[in-house]
């Protein structure tokens, strides 16, 4: 099994920053892309930003110029820094990993969801 662990989340002004972190651990052979999903009440979640294994990263375009994703593989851990923060990017932001572990093959993983906050 493999667990996500993330912290980093809280209150925050308008125009301030926060960085979020998830650990990955477990019975992990190797992690593919590592995400960053959000989920704003009464709406879908939506994917923030992804780094591949090779630190190739992609953002939404709310973001893009804001945000920062970045990944220590020899840690399995993927940050997202969040600069300029504004209160529409209030929401519960959730990791997301593709793990190929030793039982089950490729697997989708979650962590249990990290709220931010940003007031005006």
């Known amino acids: 099994q493999v667990q996500l662990v993330e912290s980093g989340g809280g209150l925050v002004q308008a125009g301030g920053s926060l960085r979020l972190s998830c650990a990955a651990s477990g019975r992990i052979f190797a992690i593919n892309t590592m995400d960053w999903y959000r989920q704003a009440p009464g709406k879908q979640r939506e994917l923030v930003a992804t780094?591949?294994?090779?630190?190739?990263?992609n953002y939404a375009d709310s973001v893009k110029g804001r945000f920062t994703i970045s990944r220590d593989n020899a840690e399995n851990t993927v940050y997202l820094q969040m600069n300029s923060l504004k209160p529409e990017d209030t929401a519960v932001y959730y990791c997301?990993?593709?793990?190929?572990?030793?039982?089950?093959?490729?697997?989708?993983?979650w962590g249990q969801g990290t709220q931010v906050t940003v007031s005006s």
């Open positions: 997301h990993a593709g793990v190929i572990d030793y039982v089950s093959g490729y697997t989708d993983y």
């Open positions: 780094v591949t294994s090779l630190g190739i990263t």
